[in-house]
């Protein structure tokens, strides 16, 4: 900040950003005389930015009420930059702690229609030989990134994606149709845990969790993917807390709104 910048009271940044903080952060539209009290700027000062936040839409004023609300261009520049954030960066974090504190592998998948894709997937430090691999296309109805997608689509939307499983007897615990599917989503959408128990490969179970984006759409999920025989029921239940709080740091990253 220049000495000029510092006599003046900050930037004009600063002075911009602090008064759209304040008509955005208020439970209630405030007026003029709200604002400057608030922001502790001159009347100039605080016409002038306002004037130029209103010519950007970033500000709406209201002439009957003489009330000061968020404009519709933050509702542009919010889409612009959710189209632009890429959940493998935005997850990253999140799927090494899993991997520290787990020690297995870390999946993270998106849904194309009805199969997942796998776009990230860190390897287990242990002796494991798995179907996935990035890039790789598997079925949902019988993965734990698959269901715990599927179990958060709008009601026209899984109709489409259950249309397009095969229901495929994989092992003796595959679900093998829309019934089985739908009462086990049901349980994942209440629940928000998705398991893969030995669904897809026998002897391979699964924890998964749903990624939300800021309209509450399932956008990717999280998985953490073992072997049977070196994971108790103790260790597997809290690798279903540990999938879930992930994922639920993710999402609120995304814009998700706060849920259990």
């Known amino acids: 900040m220049t000495e000029q910048e510092t006599k003046s009271g900050g930037s004009s940044l600063d002075k911009a950003l602090s008064l759209l903080q304040e008509v955005c952060m208020t439970p209630v539209p405030l007026r003029f005389a709200e604002l400057v009290d608030k922001?502790?700027?001159?009347?100039?000062?605080?016409h002038r930015t306002l004037m130029s936040l209103t010519e950007k839409s970033l500000v709406r004023f209201d002439e009957v009420t003489q009330l000061y609300h968020p404009g519709y261009g933050l509702l542009e520049l919010a889409h612009q930059a959710w189209s632009k954030i890429d959940v493998r960066d935005i997850a990253a974090d999140q799927m090494k702690h899993l991997w520290d504190e787990t020690g297995e592998t870390i999946h993270l998948a998106v849904l194309d229609r009805g199969d997942v894709i796998y776009i990230d997937k860190l390897e287990s430090q242990k002796s494991l030989r798995l179907f996935?691999?990035?890039?790789?296309k598997g079925p949902a109805y019988c993965t734990g990134v698959g269901k715990?997608?599927?179990?958060?689509?709008?009601?026209?939307?899984?109709?489409?994606a259950i249309k397009e499983q095969h229901f495929i007897k994989h092992t003796d615990t595959?679900?093998?149709?829309e019934e089985m599917l739908r009462d086990d989503l049901i349980k994942i959408r209440e629940s928000k845990i998705s398991l893969d128990l030995e669904e897809h490969e026998e002897g391979i179970q699964c924890a998964a969790s749903v990624i939300l984006n800021h309209r509450n759409e399932p956008i990717a999920a999280l998985s953490i993917t073992a072997p049977k025989f070196r994971v108790d029921d103790t260790r597997f239940q809290h690798f279903q807390t540990l999938v879930k709080d992930a994922c639920k740091k993710v999402s609120t990253r995304m814009g998700a709104m706060a849920s259990n």
Do not use: H, R, W, Y
């Open 39 to 46: 922001t502790d700027l001159p009347k100039a000062t605080a």
């Open 132 to 136: 996935s691999a990035v890039g790789k």
């Open 148 to 160: 715990a997608m599927m179990a958060f689509l709008n009601e026209d939307q899984l109709a489409l």
């Open 174 to 177: 595959t679900l093998i149709n």
